[in-house]
């Protein structure tokens, strides 16, 4: 089993910046990939970044790419997403989720953290 905890949204003026952080406990040797997504109001759950826990290697959706960061810390077990040049149109739920096998889908998710970017 793996826990995953989520904390740092908050309200931010556009164009200001927030950092995430997704706190992992228990089994995290089996972690392989760890990405954040986002769900806003009315809208599906879509994915936003994601790190491969062993190597580092990052990969963003075209919409965050250039203004967010998703970097880890593997000593805290703990990884960030460094969201800068915000945007009304980022205000949703932000979730993290780790990937425990070498395919299929995300298998552990935090309870999400609100973000919310006034114009």
């Known amino acids: 089993q793996v826990q995953l905890v989520e904390s740092g949204g908050g309200l931010v003026q556009a164009g200001g910046s927030l950092r995430l952080s997704c706190a992992a406990s228990?089994?995290?040797?089996?972690?392989?990939?760890l990405g954040w997504f986002r769900q806003a109001p009315g809208k599906e759950r879509e994915f936003a970044a994601v790190?491969?826990?062993?190597?580092?290697?990052?990969n963003y959706a075209d919409s965050v790419k250039g203004r967010f960061t998703i970097s880890r810390d593997s000593a805290k077990n703990t990884v960030y997403l460094q969201m800068d040049s915000l945007k009304p149109e980022d205000t949703a739920i932000y979730y993290c989720?780790?990937?425990?096998?070498?395919?299929?889908?995300?298998?552990?998710w935090g309870q999400g953290t609100q973000v919310t970017v006034s114009s």
């Open positions: 989720a780790a990937r425990t096998n070498v395919v299929g889908g995300y298998d552990y």
């Open positions: 228990g089994r995290t040797f089996r972690i392989n990939l």
């Open positions: 790190i491969r826990w062993s190597s580092g290697s990052t």
